[in-house]
């Protein structure tokens, strides 16, 4: 025979139980569900709902946000309940109501029940007992005492075709006795089997016992502490994710001609790792995101894959001319050309003066002239670094270098301290005017040395060699560049972004669910053949993940409108140039199948290019070079 100590045992173990289950569960919903569940079936309730707590905004720095003001017996503060899982037994059974509700596989009411916000008021019992705090154990909700602050709405009764009678309300409390939500018990069943219908639900269930109301109490409370948890887990993953998604546009709002790079890259990632895990057979048979939180974790990696750019100055990721630094210095060299041209000029009205020839000084300044505007005509033509700049140019380049003009002024005022001190360390600057310089040159002053701290840091298994000087600004050293806009120094900086990037990532206690986001963001430059960097890693130490990046990080920066130093590249341009990746064993060739084969390309294409760039590609091209590349 049952003693009230075997009862009191039983559910003592039930509750320890419980407490265990609540504390392995992250998901809020399956939570509550649970919670709700395990209350029934402590009580043998045929139905219950949890409403949980929502705050209205808050002050912030002393500015009232807008709401509406609170009416009579709500709560003062504007609060509202949400009206987040309702089961009901009986309902469930088929009895009433199913064509206005929608029954899970967990047992759970949804639709127009749930998901559902009303003001916190007294007026209402769940109201009431969120507002006080107290619970309210009624053995008959129609026939509550009219004198009292609260009352039964039985419009849900009505709609769902239902009979509610007793009802224990209980507050979900914190230690603090902040009241975080309600948990709401329906119709204690006689017999826990039993199906109520409105015409026996009072004959057949009962009021709620005291034993049972402690009971739910515990639950409750216990229910306030883990809901709190994982709200408190939920705001931080929401906070975590918001300032991942705030640095990266911070990175892409750094420059204007990168913006959105770190926004797009992800996108694409993900629609070429959907892809890859929708696969059955062949390479990605096996590959799939088991959990949620690793699908998260990617999409952090993609989001961060840049971040080390924070470090990179704008005068370089800007860079479209050989001559820009934080300007376009070829304005300098202009107005040199500018002297020059002056200087013919004046050399021509003293030669009127002394009564020289007239024609001859005529025809000696137009061919000055023009020898100068065809000199600083090949001079901005270089600037651009749009062609491989060959040997023969560098030679031609330090041909017209080697003029000489005359500075009149002193070329140390004006400056600050520390730029006044290198120049003055160096002569001619400071030297007595006028006084001669070349048209071009290379400068001591140009080239900034590389500090200890700005060496490569050990440890990581970098392999990416840091020239001698930090910078070099010199004017010849820079019109020499052979392919591009970027020298050494600079490039070096460029790539430098992704060692920075994974220190700062490497650096942070993340979570074992977030371990895998530094790899994810910091293997986009490396390559299959090894020759990628910052580690030169081979294809045996890359993941499926880590070359999805690559890919996505290349197709973006092709297809991109942004760039000032290069114009968009149109769909089917991009697709051969990435193809060409394939066949250099950059990329992984079986996810530039895929990429076809799905039409990834396209997709992300639609969503982000410029209508002007989507023209048709000839998949069957590539994807017949991949066969052939296979067979053989």
């Known amino acids: ?216 109490e515990a639950l409750a409370s216990l229910a306030a502490v883990s809901v709190e948890r994982t709200k408190l887990l939920d705001g931080q993953q929401a906070l975590l994710d918001s300032i991942i998604a705030l640095m990266a546009g911070a990175i892409d709002a750094k420059s204007e001609y990168t913006g959105g790079h770190c926004a797009r890259v992800p996108e694409l990632a993900m629609l070429l790792a959907q892809a890859a895990e929708a696969e059955d057979e062949g390479p990605f048979a096996n590959f799939s995101f088991d959990t949620p939180e690793a699908w998260r974790e990617f999409r952090i990696g993609a989001w961060l894959h840049d971040c080390g750019k924070l470090t990179t100055p704008e005068h370089i990721v800007d860079k479209a001319t050989k001559l820009e630094t934080r300007w376009n210095r070829i304005h300098e060299i202009r107005t040199r050309f500018e002297v020059l041209l002056r200087d013919a000029q004046i050399k021509r009205l003293e030669g009127l003066l002394a009564g020289e020839n007239p024609e001859v000084l005529d025809k000696a300044l137009a061919d000055r002239e023009s020898e100068l505007r065809e000199q600083f005509a090949f001079i901005a033509e270089s600037n651009l670094g749009a062609e491989k700049f060959d040997q023969q140019s560098v030679e031609g380049l330090k041909k017209i270098a080697n003029q000489s003009w005359q500075r009149h002024f002193d070329d140390t005022l004006g400056l600050a301290w520390e730029e006044r001190e290198l120049r003055t360390s160096h002569p001619p600057s400071g030297t007595a005017l006028p006084a001669e310089e070349k048209l071009l040159s290379d400068q001591p002053w140009h080239r900034v040395p590389r500090s200890v701290s700005q060496k490569v840091k050990e440890g990581y298994g970098f392999k990416l060699n840091a020239p001698e000087n930090l910078a070099n600004f010199g004017e010849i050293h820079n019109l020499s560049i052979d392919r591009g806009t970027l020298t050494d120094e600079e490039r070096f900086k460029i790539n430098d972004h992704i060692i920075q990037t994974i220190q700062m990532l490497e650096s942070l206690p993340l979570p074992s669910s977030l371990w895998r986001v530094p790899e994810y963001a910091g293997t986009h430059h490396e390559a299959l053949t090894g020759k990628g960097y910052p580690r030169g890693l081979k294809a045996e130490a890359l993941s499926i993940p880590s070359r999805i990046m690559a890919i996505a990080d290349i197709f973006e920066a092709l297809t991109a409108a942004d760039r000032p130093y290069k114009k968009a590249k149109s769909l089917s341009e991009a697709v051969d140039i990435l193809s060409g990746f394939r066949d250099r064993g950059h990329i992984d060739p079986d996810l530039f199948t895929l990429f076809l084969e799905r039409g990834i390309y396209r997709i992300y294409a639609e969503q982000f290019l410029d209508p002007s760039q989507i023209d048709e590609v000839d998949v069957s091209r590539y994807l017949d070079a991949a066969a052939q590349r296979r067979a053989s």
């Open 1 to 216: 025979m049952e003693t009230k100590s075997t009862r009191s045992h039983e559910n003592l173990l039930e509750l320890l139980e419980i407490s265990a289950a609540i504390g392995g569960e992250g998901d809020l919903l399956a939570l509550l569900e649970l919670i709700l569940r395990k209350a029934r079936d402590l009580t043998s309730a045929d139905a219950g709902s949890i409403f949980l707590v929502e705050k209205a905004p808050r002050r912030r720095f002393g500015v009232d946000q807008d709401q509406d003001p609170p009416l009579n017996g709500q709560s003062p503060t504007g609060d509202t309940l949400w009206f987040a899982v309702s089961q009901n037994a009986s309902l469930e059974a088929g009895k009433a109501g199913l064509t206005r509700i929608d029954v899970s596989e967990h047992h759970a009411i949804h639709s127009q029940l749930v998901d559902i916000r009303f003001p916190i008021s007294e007026e209402r019992l769940v109201g009431w007992s969120a507002l006080t705090g107290e619970a309210l154990n009624i053995p008959d909700v129609y026939e509550l005492d009219p004198a009292l602050p609260y009352r039964f709405d039985d419009a849900m009764d009505k709609k769902l075709g239902y009979r509610a009678v007793s009802m224990l309300t209980v507050p979900m409390r914190l230690m603090s006795g902040e009241v975080v939500g309600v948990l709401q018990l329906i119709n204690r069943k006689n017999n826990s089997s039993e199906v109520l219908t409105p015409e026996n639900a009072r004959e057949k269930s009962g009021p709620f016992e005291s034993f049972d109301q402690a009971l739910v």
